[in-house]
T-cell receptor, first 112, second 113 residues
Framework: DAGVTQSPTHLIKTRGQQVTLRCSPK?????VSWYQQALGQGPQFIFQ???????QRGNFPDRFSGHQFPNYSSELNVNALLLGDSALYLC???????????FGSGTQLSVL | GQQVMQIPQYQHVQEGEDFTTYCNSS?????IQWYKQRPGGHPVFLIQ?????EVKKQKRLTFQFGEAKKNSSLHITATQTTDVGTYFC?????????????FGKGTKLSVKP
């Protein structure tokens, strides 16, 4: 039974570029949440997708957008990258919008 | 906005010593969760507390939720080197989306053998 898988594991981009990160939830899970974790900090909630719709959004600008597909997998898109977007991006899945989260190993994004 | 504060930021202990991390919220929480993140790893769910004054134990780990549901603690008895990592509390506020967990900054535990 595969857990939460994320790709790619590492990514290097330059300022102003755009990036797409991908996530496949744990088998049986229908909800995907995205978090940003800066070095030495706790994860910060970006948004949550359920039934292919964004259900809740944290305090992130519109440059951060997402999508959920019918198979429950999800993408996180970030436009016009800034140096401050460098962080570990974590995808977490759950059954329903509550309950405990299962995190993937994350995508380490470096913006130069 | 709502904040979840965690102290201490770092804790260095000798193997066998006890360890406690504290979590405080500026607002009343509907529930609180605890996660452990090993170095280079991702957060792993440990437990969820829902009821006022709730106490739960997992082997050497004891979790408490305050009576006012604004604070929580994690206590580890007789630490082992396998306990190394960062421990995060994460709270959900009343009326908020179930999806929006507010994480503390974590307590990084190191254990000297």
């Amino acid at each position: 039974d595969a857990g939460v898988t994320q790709s790619p594991t590492h990514l290097i981009k330059t300022r102003g570029q755009q990036v797409t990160l991908r996530c496949s939830p744990k088998s049986g899970h229908d909800t995907v949440s995205w978090y940003q974790q800066a070095l030495g900090q706790g994860p910060q909630f970006i948004f949550q997708y359920y039934e292919e719709e964004e259900r809740q959004r944290g305090n992130f600008p519109d440059r951060f957008s997402g999508h959920q597909f019918p198979n429950y997998s999800s993408e996180l898109n970030v436009n016009a990258l800034l140096l401050g977007d460098s962080a570990l991006y974590l995808c977490a899945s759950s059954l329903g919008t509550g309950l405990k989260l299962f995190f993937g190993s994350g995508t380490q994004l470096s913006v130069l | 906005g709502q904040q979840v504060m965690q102290i201490p930021q770092y804790q260095h202990v000798q193997e066998g010593e006890d360890f406690t991390t504290y979590c405080n919220s500026s607002t009343t929480l509907s529930n609180i969760q605890w996660y452990k993140q090993r170095p280079g790893g991702h957060p792993v769910f440990l437990i969820q507390l829902v009821k006022s004054g709730e106490v739960k134990k997992q082997k050497r780990l004891t979790f408490q939720f305050g009576e006012a549901k604004k604070n929580s603690s994690l206590h580890i008895t007789a630490t082992q080197t396998t306990d190394v990592g960062t421990y995060f509390c994460a709270g959900r506020r009343y009326g908020g989306s179930q999806g929006n967990l507010i994480f503390g900054k974590g307590t990084k535990l190191s254990v000297k053998p």
